[in-house]
């Protein structure tokens, strides 16, 4: 359904206010820890908020305020504030990748929310723990922690948290290739939430929906469901589950067999990850994208992918965290961890309290200028190689605008030069013949040639000169041109079509000659080598660039894309390959022997 502009702009405005109202929020909550006048218990209530406002935002943070907190919290003997700082450290360290450490901060919550009776908050961290082992593959215990969590919910009539677990535990599904049973838990949470108009867990069951779809493959499907999730996200302005659809939106292309689109949705991930710190996330889409490029011949560019992510990979997990892991839930099932978080309260002396304050604020101060440092760094690195990819493309345009110059002037030097002698001496022969009276029939005959062979020149002449330089070009646009370049080649040995749609304007001058050129050789290609007797070409713009495709019913060539290289093309398809690559564009060539042959070519807005 469409939205009427009034109603998008209402739309819009209460979005604006949301963000404004919970950037107010987080301020106002740094504002009162960093008060020297606020009670104690104040502002620890300060520090749970924030390390849980911005859980999902900043990871790094969220850590830092939490562990201020827990000093805090430990001094005020508030075990609830405890478990609450530590599940929010646990959140962020899992964001992160580091699950051993997320671990540990879920069981020592789990421990005290079970003692104090909080079956809502042990609900949620049964879920996160859950998350956790579904993570590293432990299914049983995925399960068995997403069955205790969903019942909790369920003994407390809490709809919203019974529709967030139908969503996860149906992920485990997926990975056992229990499809059915996946769907099913998907669709009954989507229930829920359209019962609760619940916006986002509806974006969630869309997501999960389409995931499924993926894997079995009906990606018009997913491609639907993936659409409406992120539309969600995007007038939520939610930061975190727009990197993951913008992840499973590249995914789902990728499978499909759509390199352009599934490229643009990954970098649009990375550029958020990267933000938030999401390490898991960004080195999934850094090894998406070196399949891409791997796909699309970019070796260089796969490699870089391909080594990031191995870094990341490595950073995040191991055999031996895994070993690590499993430990510390065997230890907390055995021993219940509460016991250690008591006599670690119990031995922290006031000395030791001092100095662990003075030590952190010491690391954090050398992070802080580490980060700025190396954040600079980048900057500098990244300046650098976009100067250099603008030199790039400078010269290359100039090399381009040199060849256009070049033609121009052989153009011109051919109509008015050499065309205009070879049209007087032209003329005069013609005089010379009509008043000089020859006798003799044969010289007769090749005079007449030779002013048959003059007036064949002239024409080709004129025909070099405006191949070179066409008219309609400069005028009237490339459809014109294009047009005029088909009707004269256009005859009963070789019938030709033109469509074009969407060229209400006209295109940059040199993105116009650019295509012409492209086309016009494609166009040669098929007159010199092809033998055709039809030639169709189309010319698409719309808002996701401009599609040409030139096909004809030739006798057609062996091309293999996969084991073609420098060697093995001609000029022709080095020419056309060079001045697609500088209008950022694609082409594809589709041929066989006695098949004819296919050119698709896509230069993106």
Known sequence: MLLKPKNLFILFIIACLQANAQTTTIDSLRAVITSTTVQPQKKLEAYVSLSSKISLVSFNETIRVAEEGLLLAAQLKDSLAIAELNRNIGIASYFKGDYEKAATQYYSAIGIYERKNKNKELANVYNDLAK????????????????????????????????MILNES????????????????????????????DEMGKSWCYNFIAGVYVLQQKFEQAENFNIQAMAIRQRLKD????????????VMYSAWGKPERATYYFDQSVLLTEKMGYKELLSNNYAELAKLANMTGDYKKALDYFTWHTQLKDSLFNVQRTRQIEEIGTLYETNKREKQIELQQQTIKERNQLIIIITTIALLSLLVVYLLYNRNKLKQKAKLQEEILNQQELAAKAVLEAEEKERSRIAKDLHDGVGQ?????????????????????????????????????????????????????????IVQAIDELLAKINSKDLKTSFHSEGF????????????????QECINNTIKHAEAKEIDLSMIKDADGISVTIEDNGKGFAYDATKMDDEDEGIGLKNIRSRIAFLKGTVDFDSAPGRGTLVAIHVPA
């Open 132 to 163: 956790l082992y579904r993570k590293t593959r432990d299914l049983k215990r995925a399960l068995t922690n997403y069955n205790s969590s969903y019942a909790l919910y369920k003994s407390l009539n809490d709809s919203s948290g019974m529709q």
């Open 170 to 197: 149906g992920v485990v599904y997926e990975y056992q290739g229990n499809y059915e049973e996946a769907l099913n838990h998907y669709r009954a949470s989507l229930k829920i939430a359209q019962a609760l108009n």
């Open 239 to 250: 930061t975190f589950s727009l990197a993951v659809i913008f992840t499973d939106l590249g």
């Open 421 to 477: 002698m070879m049209s007087a001496a032209r003329m005069n022969l013609s005089s010379f013949y009509n008043n000089t009276t020859v006798t003799d029939e044969e010289q007769k005959h090749s005079l007449f040639n030779i002013i048959q062979l003059v007036d064949e020149s002239c024409k080709e002449v004129r025909l070099v000169s405006h191949s070179m330089m066409p008219v309609a070009l400069n005028k009237n646009g």
């Open 504 to 519: 209400h304007e006209r295109l940059d001058s040199s993105t116009e000659t650019i295509l012409y050129r492209i086309i």
